[in-house]
């Protein structure tokens, strides 16, 4: 059997370990920690698949406010866990992105109407074919005027946006952070083609009231 006939899940898997992937990052892409403005902050997500959701967060906000986004693991319950055992599903981790921005140039509350746009929020703990824990969907908040706004976002989209569904998204303050993988950093702009869950698109929601 070969990759590509593999179910979904160990596709993701072993595509790490079985595609030439170029480590080196875009310059254009990364922002070091030096140059961050001292107003920067972060906001901390989870829906599906990591590599897609880095994918549309940097292709919609490059040069708009994002000033550095990684991928990684977060909530769950052990110290430095590896892709590996986080696609066990038995580490209790996200797979997550964690964005820094420019509050000046885009809002938090900006960020969280683009997740609710660019996932189903309504699948519990899973996104398309990827099917886990890991891949739930979730909003991981640094503090309290955070909670506040993606409360208050989340409530706003349960009833214009996806009224006719329940949103399983669990909104909680972010733990510790665990960088993914150095491969997994950029994945789909070094492996264009690579694997993208079906449920990662802009849904075309209006403006919320």
């Not at 902050?41 to 994002?66: I, M, N, P, S």
């Not at 000046?104 to 929020?121: C, G, N, W």
């Not at 214009?160 to 993914?180: F, L, S, Y």
Request: charged letters at 20%; glycine letters at 8%; hydrophobic letters at 30%.
């Amino acid at each position: 059997m070969t990759t590509s006939q593999l179910p979904t899940f160990l596709t993701r898997l072993f595509r790490p370990f079985t595609t030439s992937t170029r480590l080196s990052l875009n310059p254009s892409d990364t922002t070091t920690p030096q140059s961050l403005p001292a107003n920067a902050q972060k906001a901390t997500v989870a829906a599906g698949c990591f590599w897609g959701v880095e994918h549309l967060y940097r292709k919609h906000f490059d040069g708009k406010g994002l000033l550095d986004a990684k991928v990684g693991y977060i909530g769950g319950d052990t110290r430095s866990p590896s892709y590996r055992s986080v696609c066990s599903g038995r580490t209790g981790h996200a797979e997550a992105l964690q964005v820094t921005f420019d509050p000046a140039q885009v809002s938090y509350r900006t960020l969280i109407e683009f997740f609710y746009k660019m996932h189903d929020p309504t699948e519990k703990n899973r996104q398309g074919g990827d099917v886990g824990t890991q891949y739930r969907s979730a909003i991981f908040t640094h503090d309290d005027e955070q909670m506040g706004v993606a409360r208050d976002v989340t409530e706003k989209v349960q009833k214009q946006w996806w009224k006719n569904k329940t949103i399983e998204t669990e909104i909680v303050p972010a733990g510790e952070w665990w960088d993914a993988e150095r491969y997994h950093q950029l994945y789909l702009h070094n492996n264009p083609g690579g694997y993208e869950c079906p449920a990662h698109y802009v849904r075309g929601f209006g403006e919320l009231e």
